[in-house]
Structures are given as C-alpha cells and as structure tokens.
C-alpha cells in the first residue's frame, strides 16, 4: 500500500482481506461448476494473515489435483515450507514483482526488497516446478540504461521464468506522479501515462530499452507477418469487397470491432482511388475500432498504391490502442493496419514482397 507508482494506497484506506473459510467456500463452488484453473487477484497474496490456513485449506480441496491456481507474491517473504505447500496446493504460476535490483531505486519508490531472499526463493519456486514470472520496470527514478539491461539479464537466467518488463506509468493521484518533477519526468498526457524520459533516462535510452528486450522477445503483439498467401495476423471477420462493382451502402459490411477488409480487383491500382475512399469511409464510420485494409493483389502492384493507402490512414488521430504501442514501435500505426494477401496459385518477384513488407512494417505496429 506503499509504493510511489501505484494506486491502491488512495483507492483504498487499509488493506482488506478474505478469510480462509471464505476463500475455501467460493473455490468450492467454482469447481462445482467446472473449473480448471483460478487465478487469484490480488498484488499480495501471501499478505494475507490467514495465508497459511488459505495454503491449507486448498491443499484439502484440490487434492485430486483437478485446479490449477495462479496467484501474485512477494516472493523474498515466502519460506521454503510455504513454497512447497503452494505447490502442494495446486499453484503453477507464480507472479513476482521485482521491479528493480538497484536498492537506491527500490527505496525511492518505497518498494523494500531482501534481493538474496527474493533470488533463492525464485530459484526454489523453479525447482519446485513452478512457472515463474518476473516483473521488472523502466522508467522508474533514479533508474540507468545499464541498471535496467542489468536486473533484464539477471531475470532472463532463472529456468523457465517469463520476464515483463513493464513501462512506468505516471498514474493520476500517485506519489510518483506528484514527484515527477523532481525526477524530470515526461509522459504522455493522456492513458496509459507511459514515461518516455526521466534525469537518469533520455528518451533514446526508453528506446533502447525496449529494442533491447524484444531481440530476446517481443515486447507484446507486433505483426508478425504484413505480405504473404497466409496472414497469421489477420482478423477472423474478414469481408470481401469487390471493387469494380462500387459500394452502393454507406455502411461498411460487418458486426465486430475487430475487421479485415479485403479489396479485389483485376488491377488494384486502377481502382486506388475508390479503394483509398473506402479506407476513408471506413475509419470515419467506426473511429475506435481495430481496422484492417487488405489488398488482394493478383499480380505485383505498383507500391504507390500501399503509399495512397498509408497517407490516408496517417491522416487519422491516433485512437487509444496506439497510445499503448511501445516506445520501439517508433510512431507505427497499432490500430489500423494494411496487409496484402497473395494469391498463392500466382508467382510474385521476392524482391517486390520484401519491398511492400519493409514498406508496412515502417509504419505498422
């Protein structure tokens, strides 16, 4: 209830907490129904006075194994015994704030860590079979580009473990966004109030940061693929529109917030004005909602045609998921996006699709 970047200390005035009986009748019911897995939210689990009855409790419960259970820890307060009844319990995740390894930033951000504690813990939970994850921060006080390539690189050694690197954000009401001037601080003004600079850390070290953590794995869900004759990334509501016969409605077809518009035609650039219009129509009609502008090119098309699509879509504001697209994604569009599918009976110079790739991938989350 302490920590500078968060908000449960103004949210609410004291910590509150379920007892075990509790805890057990609601897990009971969940599994009367069906469940297979229960996830726990809460930041502290084990901040919970009744934990060790909570422990044994479940253990009873689930003894059949029929629960898989994930939970949030402090890990460096767990004893050896408590990892053990965990695990005994049915929990197969554990999740682990860390945030950072440099004791002066842990302090600032009032965030008490016993890092030798916490480091045979993690292990421990590994060799218990517990899939770990590790949370780490950037952008925090006083942090360095070297201090966070430092705890990314001690987290990445545990066996098994996910690493989250996670953006400071300066949330409304916290501590840390009153500070935020003595730490030289910019953010967005507007959610996810994601940090881009603080004194210890330019703006090209924010960058460095994440180009750094996706060469070991993407940061989050960047297209994997923009050309090709299967596109992994492509919505499940796709409709086709066929060009040369006009769009008569007003209406864009289609009920999801989540579209593929697939444009046909003999020759697609011959038609790039009416296709450009549709792109306009499209995003003017549903402004918030996740668009996708797919070209069905039968042949090799001039890659004017990409150019008259992407200036239209740049004319747009960009919409709140953009604002959650990473700082490497260097100003690439998240919500509005153009793929070219390849008819796969056709042959197509590689050098034309690695242009059209590269030329998307530049302004494409």
């Given at each position: 209830?302490?920590?500078?970047?968060?908000?449960?200390?103004?949210?609410?005035?004291?910590?509150?907490?379920?007892?075990?009986?509790?805890?057990?009748?609601?897990?009971?019911?969940?599994?009367?129904?069906?469940?297979?897995?229960?996830?726990?939210?809460?930041?502290?689990?084990?901040?919970?006075?009744?934990?060790?009855?909570?422990?044994?409790?479940?253990?009873?419960?689930?003894?059949?194994?029929?629960?898989?259970?994930?939970?949030?820890?402090?890990?460096?307060?767990?004893?050896?015994?408590?990892?053990?009844?965990?695990?005994?319990?049915?929990?197969?995740?554990?999740?682990?704030?860390?945030?950072?390894?440099?004791?002066?930033?842990?302090?600032?951000?009032?965030?008490?860590?016993?890092?030798?504690?916490?480091?045979?813990?993690?292990?421990?939970?590994?060799?218990?079979?517990?899939?770990?994850?590790?949370?780490?921060?950037?952008?925090?006080?006083?942090?360095?580009?070297?201090?966070?390539?430092?705890?990314?690189?001690?987290?990445?050694?545990?066996?098994?473990?996910?690493?989250?690197?996670?953006?400071?954000?300066?949330?409304?009401?916290?501590?840390?966004?009153?500070?935020?001037?003595?730490?030289?601080?910019?953010?967005?003004?507007?959610?996810?109030?994601?940090?881009?600079?603080?004194?210890?850390?330019?703006?090209?070290?924010?960058?460095?940061?994440?180009?750094?953590?996706?060469?070991?794995?993407?940061?989050?869900?960047?297209?994997?693929k923009f050309v090709g004759t299967t596109l992994p990334d492509l919505f499940s509501e796709s409709v086709v529109l066929d060009l040369t016969k006009g769009q008569r409605s007003d209406k864009i077809p289609g009920v999801t917030s989540r579209r593929a518009l697939i444009f046909k035609a003999p020759s697609l650039f011959a038609?790039?004005?009416?296709?450009?219009?549709?792109?306009?129509?499209?995003?003017?009609?549903?402004?918030?909602?996740?668009?996708?502008?797919?070209?069905?090119?039968?042949?090799?098309?001039?890659?004017?045609?990409?150019?008259?699509?992407?200036?239209?879509?740049?004319?747009?504001?960009?919409?709140?998921?953009?604002?959650?697209?990473?700082?490497?994604?260097?100003?690439?569009?998240?919500?509005?996006?153009?793929?070219?599918?390849?008819?796969?009976?056709?042959?197509?110079?590689?050098?034309?699709?690695?242009?059209?790739?590269?030329?998307?991938?530049?302004?494409?989350?």
């Amino acid at each position: 209830m302490r920590c500078s970047y968060c908000r449960y200390g103004h949210l609410r005035r004291k910590t509150t907490f379920l007892d075990a009986a509790e805890v057990s009748r609601r897990v009971r019911i969940l599994m009367n129904r069906g469940a297979k897995e229960i996830r726990c939210v809460d930041p502290v689990f084990n901040a919970n006075p009744a934990f060790q009855d909570i422990l044994n409790s479940l253990r009873k419960l689930n003894r059949k194994g029929r629960l898989r259970f994930f939970a949030e820890v402090q890990a460096d307060l767990l004893t050896a015994d408590q990892i053990h009844r965990l695990v005994e319990a049915g929990f197969s995740e554990l999740e682990a704030g860390v945030q950072s390894l440099d004791p002066r930033v842990l302090k600032r951000i009032r965030r008490p860590v016993r890092l030798a504690l916490l480091e045979s813990n993690l292990r421990l939970m590994a060799d218990e079979g517990i899939r770990v994850t590790i949370d780490l921060m950037y952008g925090l006080p006083g942090q360095t580009l070297q201090e966070v390539r430092h705890s990314l690189q001690w987290a990445w050694r545990f066996k098994g473990a996910n690493v989250q690197c996670l953006q400071t954000l300066l949330l409304p009401g916290t501590d840390l966004r009153t500070e935020r001037r003595r730490w030289r601080m910019q953010s967005d003004d507007r959610p996810p109030y994601g940090v881009h600079s603080t004194s210890t850390l330019s703006p090209e070290d924010i960058r460095a940061i994440e180009e750094f953590m996706h060469r070991k794995s993407s940061l989050d869900c960047m297209t994997g693929k923009f050309v090709g004759t299967t596109l992994p990334d492509l919505f499940s509501e796709s409709v086709v529109l066929d060009l040369t016969k006009g769009q008569r409605s007003d209406k864009i077809p289609g009920v999801t917030s989540r579209r593929a518009l697939i444009f046909k035609a003999p020759s697609l650039f011959a038609h790039r004005k009416t296709l450009t219009a549709m792109v306009r129509k499209a995003i003017s009609s549903e402004r918030n909602m996740l668009w996708q502008f797919v070209p069905y090119s039968e042949h090799e098309e001039p890659l004017d045609l990409l150019d008259d699509m992407i200036a239209e879509i740049r004319k747009w504001p960009p919409i709140w998921t953009d604002r959650f697209a990473s700082v490497a994604g260097w100003n690439r569009v998240a919500s509005r996006r153009i793929f070219v599918l390849l008819n796969p009976s056709r042959p197509y110079s590689s050098s034309w699709a690695k242009a059209a790739e590269a030329l998307l991938e530049d302004h494409f989350y």
